[in-house]
Nanobody, 119 residues
């Protein structure tokens, strides 16, 4: 099972970016998908998650600016980021809590994608 993320880049403050992440491999079901970010020298922190019933969860720092969504059929999760701030500059990681063909529950991480917001 692997997650592949797309869509990072550089943008001016106030701009927008959209991140995408697709899970592939021996997947039976995915319970939660989401996004985390990591600043240099810091622990990875929650940005936003979305579970199967459609519930979403956001860190206070991104509420009202970021929107997480899922496409269950495509095993995909998206993060629409609006009104970006320089403090959003970080490496963003997608994450999935899933059940694989061996009926083992796994937490899988995608490769990071850099988001840089300039002032």
């Amino acid at each position: 099972v692997q997650l592949q993320a797309f869509g990072g880049g550089s943008v001016q403050a106030g701009g927008s970016l959209r991140l995408s992440c697709i899970a592939s491999g021996s997947i039976v079901s995915i319970n939660v998908m989401g996004w985390y970010r990591q600043y240099p020298g810091k622990e990875r922190e929650l940005v936003a998650t979305a579970n199967i019933p459609g519930d979403t969860n956001y860190s206070d720092s991104v509420k009202g600016r970021f929107t997480v969504s899922r496409d269950v059929d495509k095993n995909a999760v998206y993060l629409q980021m609006e009104s970006l701030k320089p403090e959003d500059t970080a490496v963003y990681y997608c994450n999935a809590d899933l059940l694989d063909y061996e009926i083992i529950r796994r937490t899988v991480w995608g490769q990071g994608t850099q988001v840089t917001v300039s002032s």
